[in-house]
């Protein structure tokens, strides 16, 4: 089953928004695999970014994924990795629809709350980043023909 890596940003977290946003992925019907709230250092943040590293926002970036701690989570479902971009909405809350939680939540680009894998590959990377220890394997025993 598809999975991916979702960070809550310093900004969501600090402006109250883990719940409302863990809320909008499991009321989707997606499932919680991995959860942690962490702060991490500049040079995993620089990891984690890499590919931005030649962008001229990447140190202001890592900044800001170092100035607090962060919520880490793994979501999966059937084609969690877009999906989970619709529901995120565009990088630049300027362009976000209202309904997505940039949209709904936030103006800068540099404060835009929340990351999510844009593909498979890049989820797969990411999860191996900020879960080495691995993720919870469950499923829902509500269906179970056994009760
Ligand atoms: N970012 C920024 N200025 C820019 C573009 C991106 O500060 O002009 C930040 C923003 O926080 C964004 C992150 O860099 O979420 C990663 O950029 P990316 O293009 O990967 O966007 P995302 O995948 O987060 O939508
Ligand atoms: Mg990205």
Redesign the pocket.
Known sequence: MEQTFVMI?PDGVQRGLVGEIICRFEKKGFTLKGLKLQSVERAFAEKH?A??SS?P?FN??VE?IISGPVVAMVWEGKNVVTTG?KI?G???PSDSAPGTIRGDFAVE????VI??S?AVESARKEIALWFPEGVAEWQSSLHSVDL
């Open positions: 940003k970014y590919d931005l962008k926002f202001g970036l800001y971009r995120i565009a990088t630049n680009i540099g404060r835009n990351h999510g844009d």
